[in-house]
């Protein structure tokens, strides 16, 4: 094996030799993360190749396990720490009625049916529920990745996926939790004192977190000095994982989470992700490669078939069982398949859990290899998997649009029948209202769709909004719209909002493919309806201009207009000058047929 050293007859002290392996791992992750990028893969893979390459199984120079995973236990800490405080109890709360049970209900098939496979294949009871529970875990940061480059935040799927997600990376405080006490002989004793000092010590980080830790803050902030708050940032979590491991004998892991969570909760939490998270990004980087460093890919070549069984599992029973508990749960067809495409995947809070089941001793490392290797195979195959999803939902959407009694988007009887019920200013509808009023019927009532309802309202035309959000709905409902829940893509519900009468169609959704499934049924239902649409990207903007939609706004391009009409403006730019240059930016962004310049 190469040795930099050997080459050039250098006696490398104990300091210079870590500083070349600090080098050789931040250089072969840079290396690395680049190609993933330019493949469109996720940055991890890149990092996590970079280990295997730089790693003692393969050839070339070989970088120090043990040095750079020192600074990797950093990385886990500033990791954990920072979802301790993006953490939110309020969004989690939004989605809760989806998430939780689902979620929930996802980790334990996906758990019980990868243990029971393990155990099958002949692996120890323990060992075989490790590696269930790291199956059960999907990345929160390629779920976030998928989202944010689809534009998918704000969907159905999207809200659901990023709640789901949330519930699993509390799991996995749980597991490692549940870690210690399954290395020993008795498990259930142990199990117990591990949760009982867990929540001693989370009734103390309470009491210390919400009693001293915002008034220590706040002093240091009134200093005005970013690196002293940065500092006060980072020894916090490092001493709150040193206490929960050295004193309270629980994982270092649990205690930079508890922290990040208390700091959550002060007015600072913002500006304390802001400081940490440069270093947060560098250290979970070096977490990574140390994680690749020790994946042997010759034995997993020797061990395919075992790969093979866990992509099984993690990519196919994880999708499928999510997709069927988000339709059980309310979501259309589509949404259901689409979260289920999100979610099959294992991500790097598994990479966590193998690592302490590894050095417990509840996993070998062949087991530990399999798990990794599972990990990258399945984010790899993660842009493959959506684009199924995506062609599943389009064979979906043509059989929901044929005549007959199955329509995969009703929602199930549950939800009919608070459909019923939350549809109260439906009655407005009848011919005493005057309903002969010109209508406008507007499709998703979020920030978009309540600045539209207002300028309606506000102008005395009748205003007709469908959402399935509750609490959206009745903000409108008291601005004096007429209200209906349900999917607005669902020709059932389509056919209820009166659009053969309705004057205009707003379609103010964030989902590009319920925005599209919505704007073709309307079509078939009215095809000379006048509309309007949301947009996002040059891709939605060709496809519902296909369809015949006219009218498009693209909320970012629209904000970026009139940054550039004011800057202009206070050059001195005006009248058909000014006008001129918009209109050739709007050209550039929604074509000929855009939206023309104000």
Known sequence: ???????????????????????????????????????????????????????????????????????????????????????????????????????????????????????????????????????????????????????????????????????????????????????????????????????????LAFVVGTRLLPWVFAQV??????????LM????????AFVSSAIFGLSLALGAFVAGLLISESELSHQAAAEVTPFRDLFAVLFFVSVGMLVDPAALVADAGLVAVLIVIAVGVKGVVTAILGRGLGLPSRSAILLGSLMAQVGEFSFILASDGRELGLLSAQTYNLVLGTAVVSILMSPFVARLASRLVGWVAQRASMPTTEDLGIDPPSERRRTAELSRTEAARHEHDGSSRPTVVVLGAGRVGRVVVNAVLARGFRCVVVDRDVKRLEAVGQLGATTLYGDAANPEILKRVGLEQARVLVVAIGDALTARLATERALQINPGLSMASRVRGGSQIEVLRQLGVRRLADPEAEAAF?????????????????????????RDVYGRGGPPSV
């Open 1 to 203: 094996m190469f040795d930099p050293s050997e080459l050039f007859a250098l006696e490398l002290t104990e300091q210079l030799r870590f500083i070349l392996e600090l080098g050789a791992a931040v250089a072969a992750a840079l290396v690395g993360g680049a190609i993933a990028v330019r493949l469109r893969q996720p940055v991890i893979i890149g990092y996590l190749l970079a280990g295997v390459a730089i790693g003692p199984f393969t050839p070339g120079f070989v970088g120090d396990v043990e040095s750079i995973a020192v600074l990797a236990e950093v990385g886990v800490i500033l990791l954990l720490f920072a979802l301790g405080v993006e953490f939110s109890i309020k969004d989690l709360r939004a989605v809760s009625r989806m998430a939780v049970p689902g979620a929930v209900a996802q980790i334990a098939v996906v758990l019980v049916t990868g243990g029971a496979v393990m155990v099958g294949l002949g692996f120890e009871m323990r060992e075989a529920l490790v590696v269930g529970a790291c199956l059960s875990i999907s990345s929160t940061l390629v779920v976030l990745k998928s989202l944010v480059d689809r534009g998918e935040l704000d969907s159905l799927h999207g809200r659901a996926a990023i709640g789901w997600a949330v519930v699993q990376d509390i799991a996995t405080i749980v597991f490692i939790v549940a870690l210690p006490p399954a290395a020993g002989g008795d498990i259930l004793l142990p199990f117990v004192a591990a949760m009982a000092k867990a929540a001693l010590f989370l009734v």
């Open 221 to 230: 902030a009134r200093l005005g000095s970013s690196e002293l708050f940065l």
């Open 233 to 240: 940032v980072v020894a916090t979590a490092l001493l709150t």
């Open 562 to 586: 009139e940054l550039a009409r004011h800057a202009l403006q206070r050059m001195g730019v005006s009248g058909p000058e000014l006008s001129a240059i918009l209109t050739g930016l709007r």
